[in-house]
Each structure stands twice: as structure tokens, then as C-alpha cells.
């Protein structure tokens, strides 16, 4: 038995019917299909690394204390492991569709909250994986490291992917007394342990100055805040999702890099503001002073604490200047914008607030969705850029051929913009809401767009495309 984190808590209580809150990924993989059975044996073969998918969510009685992970004693792989596949032909569209349906099925949070789907039927004799698991499991960053234990680096299939694997025994679970008491003892030992150790959290990293910069900072963030962000991308109203992908060459973008400056994520920030003020003049709601407020999550995520399944983010909230018609003139813009965010450490204070909540285990649980209600009005899309790996992953001997995220959409979000690094290309996984008015062929088209404008702003592109 282990008690969730005070983040990993906070994403367990946003899951709601509206909005639920599991992360995906939508492997496209080189064909045929390897047999069901083979993709069963290989997923229990590598059970035992990671032993949070044998275990499920328990609540403490009356919320005294954060909920607890304890073994499944009902665990079934089979459940776990889903199999669909794609009607004729196959093609983009079809394969939407499906992905559509499977991405916005709720987890089951009486289990381990997890599912594998093996998706066959794709076009050109290719087939899927769309692996879902809950956002109180793993971070965006975990959930990559994830990938390297379930998937495998060389095309050689390991010998026990042919074997029967037993699992563990499960052990007992924990009595409804024994979670109460340890709750209660946790909710008031809780504060005593976490709040000394607040002051060393937020000076980790940049000691005095980093709480001086903070403070000369925050009047610009609050300023910003105050920017006019039109209520023109309604929330998702249903628990329905439309998802689309798009990708762009990570070599292109890194020639761009150089001739304009920034990061790379200055200008795949560029690139979305710009598919983004395509979205919001196709609905006739672009204003000259439009911006959009973007989360921007921040890995806090220490070197050695890759592999650890778990969520450790803090956050940025940037103003995309929509409105802004001249490409470079927005990327400057967002450039000076993320650089002040960054050297003031406006998302220290995030870090810090959320492991301080973790230490009122009751008002944590009472307070999430009241929080996440007052967020609404902070920002409107999730952006999220996760590093993946450089080198090819194979899966019974088949090839990864792309990679790409779904982001959830909570918090009154309108739009999650999920972007994926893998074998030298950024793969975009784009989610709003099914039954909503946003057009998201014309937000990816503009990404597209967005990047094609900076390219050939810089002339490096050499007349490549990046769709």
C-alpha cells in the first residue's frame, strides 16, 4: 500500500463524468498485425516492471487522507488488454473516427486505471496502439518513460514474449479501519513534515534570487492575466472528444531555431498561436488585441527520477497574441514572454502551493473541483510539448512508425494541443470537445501553416513542407 502524492491526488479528484482525465498515446506501427495472443504475452511479460498497473485506487474513508494505490486481488490482463479495428479503408478519417470513441471512454477507476488497445485495419496494412492510463498514474514525461519499458529497442523480439509470465501475488488489501487511522494520522503529521521543508522547495534552483525574481515578476504575469482573453473557445460541455494529429519536421524547426532564436518551443508556441488565430477567424471572433491564454506545463521532473511513475509538473501560463497578424512580430512577442516567465520562476509558486495543499488531505479532496472551476478563467488551452525518444522503438519486431499524444481537457480548457518528439518529428495530438463548435481541421491546418510562415521567413525550409 502507497499514498498517492498531493498531485497525483489533485488529478485523481478533477476525473469527473465531463471531464475524464486519462492520457493516451496512438502508436502507428509497420504491418501485418502480430497475432492477439503474442501482444497478451508480451504485455504480461512486462508486468513486473511496472507494478502500478497491477494496483487500483483506494479512497480513505471520509477523505482523511489522500487515497492509497493496493494490489487489484481481481486482477485480470485480459481486461486490460482491448482489441477493435478500423472499417474499410482504413484511411485517416476512419481511423479518427475510431480513435474518437476509444479516447473518450472513461477509465475504470475500480481497477488498475489502465487499457492497452490493439487497433488493426489501417491503410498501407498498418496497424495501432492507443494506451490509455489515468493522469494520476503518470505525467507526460513518465508516461514516455513508460513507453521504453512496454515497447522495445531493437526489432529482435525478446524470448519472453513467447512464454507464460505469472504475476505477483497480490497482497491483502487494506481494511477500511487501518486506511481511516493512517489517514488520520497523515492528516495531522502531514503539515508538521511538509511545511518546513516549503522554503527549501521554492529556493531549490535559484536560492534568494529565485524568490526576488518571482516577486519582480509577478506584477508582469498578473498584468498579462489582465489581457483581453475573449470568451470565444466554450469549454467542453459533454464527455464526448474529437481528436485530430498533425506533425512537423524537428530538424525544420531547429533551423528556424537558430536563424530567429529562442527555443524550440518558442517556436512551436509561434506555430500554435498562429493555428489558433486561424480558428478564431474562421468563427469571426479575431480582434486586433486577441490573445489566448495557454498552460504550458513544466516538467519538475529531477535527472534521477525518470522511470519513477508519478506526476511532477508545475505550470506556466502564457498569453498567445492571437491577434498579433505579423509571424515574426508574435514569436518575439511569446519569445520575451517565456523568457520572463522562466528567469522570474513564475511556476515555482505552483509547485510549491500544490505540495503544500498535499498536506490537507481533506481540503484537497473538498476543494479540486471548486479550484479547477476558479481556473476557468486563467486560461483556455493546455500546450504541452514532451521530449520523446530520438531512436526508433519496435513492438514484436514492428516498427514505430509515428507517436502521437491526447491531452485531456479539464479545468474549463477548450483545447489540449498534446506535442510529442520521436525519430526526429513533433507529432501534434489535438482534443476538444465532440459536440462543440471548434473546427480542428482548420486549428492543424493553421499549426501547419504557422510553421511554413517562420520557415519561410528564415530560408532554411528549401521548399519542404512540414505536414
Known amino acids: 500500500m502507497e499514498r498517492m502524492s498531493a498531485l497525483d491526488a489533485e488529478m485523481f479528484f478533477a476525473e469527473q463524468y465531463r471531464t475524464p482525465m486519462h492520457i493516451a498515446s496512438v502508436t502507428v506501427l509497420e504491418g501485418p498485425a502480430p497475432a492477439y495472443e503474442d501482444l497478451v504475452a508480451m504485455v504480461r511479460a512486462r508486468m513486473m516492471l511496472i507494478p502500478r498497473y497491477l494496483q487500483k485506487v483506494v479512497k480513505v474513508p471520509l477523505n482523511l487522507g489522500r487515497p492509497v494505490w493496493a494490489d487489484d486481488p481481481h486482477f485480470q490482463l485480459d481486461y486490460h488488454l482491448r482489441h477493435t479495428a478500423v472499417p474499410p479503408p482504413g484511411g485517416p478519417e476512419e481511423f479518427r473516427q475510431v480513435a474518437d470513441r476509444v479516447l473518450a471512454l472513461p477509465l475504470d477507476m475500480g481497477k488498475p486505471p489502465w487499457e492497452l488497445w490493439c487497433v488493426e485495419g489501417l491503410a498501407d496494412g498498418h496497424w495501432a496502439i492507443i494506451a490509455k492510463v489515468h493522469h494520476c498514474v ?3 514525461v513518465a508516461a514516455s518513460d513508460l513507453m521504453t519499458v512496454l515497447f522495445d529497442l531493437s526489432p529482435e523480439t525478446p524470448a519472453e514474449g513467447a512464454q507464460v509470465v505469472p504475476l505477483r501475488s497480490p497482497e491483502p488489501p487494506p481494511s477500511a479501519l487501518r486506511l481511516a487511522f493512517d489517514g488520520l494520522r497523515d492528516s495531522i503529521t502531514g503539515p508538521l513534515r511538509q511545511v518546513p521543508g516549503i522554503p527549501a522547495r521554492i529556493l531549490r534552483g535559484g536560492g534568494v534570487r529565485a524568490v526576488l525574481g518571482f516577486s519582480t515578476g509577478l506584477p508582469r504575469s498578473v498584468e498579462r492575466m489582465a489581457h483581453h482573453a475573449p470568451d470565444s473557445l466554450p469549454p467542453a460541455a459533454g464527455p464526448h472528444r474529437s481528436w485530430v494529429w498533425t506533425h512537423a519536421d524537428l530538424d525544420e524547426v531547429r533551423r528556424i531555431r537558430q536563424v530567429l532564436g529562442g527555443t524550440v518551443n518558442d517556436i512551436v508556441l509561434a506555430a500554435v498561436t498562429h493555428g489558433l488565430r486561424e480558428l478564431l477567424a474562421s468563427q469571426g471572433r479575431l480582434e486586433a488585441e486577441t490573445v489566448l491564454r495557454s498552460l504550458v506545463p513544466v516538467s519538475v521532473r529531477g535527472a534521477d527520477e525518470h522511470g519513477v511513475l508519478d506526476n ?8 498567445l497574441p ?9 514569436l518575439q512577442l511569446i519569445r520575451e514572454q517565456m523568457d520572463d516567465l522562466k528567469s522570474t520562476h513564475q511556476a515555482v509558486s505552483a509547485d510549491a502551493l500544490i505540495k503544500l495543499a498535499g498536506a490537507a488531505p481533506t481540503m484537497l479532496s473538498l476543494s479540486t473541483r471548486a479550484a479547477l472551476s476558479a481556473l476557468r478563467p486563467l486560461f483556455q488551452v493546455v500546450t504541452t510539448n514532451v521530449p520523446g525518444p530520438p531512436f526508433p ?6 516498427r514505430v512508425l509515428e ?18 518528439s520521436y525519430t526526429g518529428r513533433l507529432y501534434f495530438g489535438v482534443t476538444a470537445d465532440f459536440d462543440g463548435p471548434l473546427d480542428l481541421e482548420v486549428l492543424t491546418k493553421g499549426i501547419e501553416a504557422g510553421f511554413a510562415d517562420l520557415a519561410a521567413r528564415t530560408e532554411v525550409s528549401g521548399g519542404r513542407g512540414f505536414s
Open 138 to 140: 503518470v505525467d507526460g
Open 312 to 319: 511532477k509538473v508545475s505550470g506556466l501560463i502564457a498569453s
Open 322 to 330: 492571437c491577434g498579433e497578424p505579423d509571424a515574426l512580430e508574435r
Open 393 to 398: 522503438l519496435y513492438v514484436l519486431g514492428h
Open 403 to 420: 507517436l502521437y499524444p491526447y491531452v485531456p481537457l479539464a479545468a474549463g480548457v477548450a483545447v489540449s494541443i498534446g506535442i510529442f
